[in-house]
């Protein structure tokens, strides 16, 4: 049996951007993603704070240092500039695996 598994969290990231033209995704600033594991193209879930929607997509690296949350193509109507979200992805793990998991965190 495996286990799917919190792997990775972004905790009330705020959206500086919405890009409604564009392919798809989350733009985020690699800093971010390194600091959690993310890596471009994994998919995401994300929750927005402020009203409650939830939605998949990937993430993909904006540039580096600029704090970017920029929710892109469709993405854009599920959010707007200021809204908290958390940017959550997920592994999957063999029980023993997940006996001593923790996820990586980032509290903004």
């Known amino acids: 049996m495996q286990l799917t598994l919190l792997k990775a969290k972004l905790h009330r990231i705020r959206v500086t951007e919405a890009c409604l033209d564009y ?4 733009t985020l600033d690699p800093d971010d993603m390194e600091a959690v594991g993310i890596v471009p193209y994994e ?3 994300c929750a927005d704070v ?4 939830r939605f998949e997509t990937y993430a993909i690296a904006g540039a580096r240092g ?11 109507h ?12 997920f592994g999957v793990f063999s029980p023993e695996e ?3 998991w923790t996820p990586r965190v980032k509290h903004f």
Do not use: P, T, W, Y
Request: aromatic share 0%; hydrophobic share 45%.
């Open 23 to 26: 392919e798809g995704s989350l």
């Open 43 to 45: 998919k995401i879930l």
């Open 50 to 53: 402020e009203n409650g929607n």
């Open 66 to 76: 600029s704090h970017v949350c920029c929710l892109n193509g469709a993405a854009a």
């Open 78 to 89: 599920q959010g707007k500039v200021g809204d908290r979200l958390i940017v959550m992805a």
């Open 98 to 100: 997940a006996a001593n």
